[in-house]
């Protein structure tokens, strides 16, 4: 069953991204949500071996993910939702942390995220728009967060999915308030759609925890 709706997840994405036109919006905002419901489906399917909390608060992540995918065509109302979304998973993968952060992934993420609120939020700010810059700060600071977490938890799932949601969320940032991008879109909601699978499907990651005997592993 879990494989159909892969298949279904598939499908239906390269269906949005390559195929629905922009117009009537309506119906773009409609099978853009397709994916997305099936990716909910997914999640909701996959075995629970984290824990049945982690596996609520990811459901629970992407079903307000899915409400901002609707409303981003609102800019502000979709970065607020998806801003909500990321809190959201921020608790999930803090339900599931298990490791310290290696000091040069903590490196890379704060020259990351130092380099983007010069960059992105540096631009609004040049340019008056002071209320849009704080808010680009903010969103740069739980999308950072969302990263930071799903690392710690050591789900190797979580943390590519994370990444790829970071990548796609600085590819559409970049196209909005910097410079144009080719084929944004197809980088986008790729890179984003992929991200999503990966998160819910972090549901069903096995974790590895050490016996009284180190050599010993219980799964």
């Known amino acids: 069953?879990?494989?159909?709706?892969?298949?279904?997840?598939?499908?239906?994405?390269?269906?949005?991204?390559?195929?629905?036109?922009?117009?009537?919006?309506?119906?773009?905002?409609?099978m853009k949500l397709i994916p997305m419901a099936l990716i909910i489906l997914f999640g909701a399917l996959t075995l629970p071996l984290v824990s049945s909390t982690y596996k609520k608060r990811i459901l629970f992540g992407l079903f307000i993910c899915m409400i901002a995918d609707g409303v981003i065509y609102w800019?502000?109302?979709?970065?607020v939702t998806f801003f909500i979304g990321h809190v959201i998973y921020i608790f999930a993968f803090k339900q599931a942390t298990r490791k310290k952060i290696p000091i040069w992934v903590a490196i890379l993420l704060l020259a990351y995220g130092i380099g983007m609120a010069v960059w992105i939020a540096g631009s609004q700010f040049?340019?008056?728009?002071?209320v849009l810059g704080i808010?680009?700060?903010a969103y740069i600071a739980v999308i950072l967060t969302m990263g930071w977490m799903a690392i710690k938890t050591?789900?190797?799932?979580?943390?590519?999915?994370?990444?790829?949601?970071?990548?796609?969320?600085?590819?559409?940032?970049?196209?909005?308030?910097?410079v144009e991008i080719p084929y944004r879109d197809a980088f986008v909601m790729?890179?984003?759609?992929a991200a999503q699978v990966l998160i819910a499907a972090s549901i069903g990651s096995r974790v590895v925890k050490y016996s009284v005997n180190r050599n010993n592993l219980i799964r």
Do not use: H, N
Not at 75 to 79: D, Y
Not at 190 to 193: G, K, P, Q, S
């Open 154 to 178: 050591g789900l190797k799932l979580a943390i590519i999915g994370a990444l790829l949601f970071m990548f796609s969320d600085s590819v559409l940032a970049i196209d909005r308030f910097i």
């Open 126 to 130: 040049m340019a008056d728009q002071f």
């Open 75 to 79: 800019f502000m109302a979709g970065l």
């Open 135 to 137: 808010a680009i700060l």
């Open 1 to 30: 069953m879990r494989s159909l709706v892969v298949a279904a997840i598939i499908v239906f994405s390269a269906v949005y991204i390559f195929f629905i036109p922009p117009e009537p919006v309506s119906f773009k905002i409609f």
């Open 190 to 193: 790729i890179t984003y759609y």
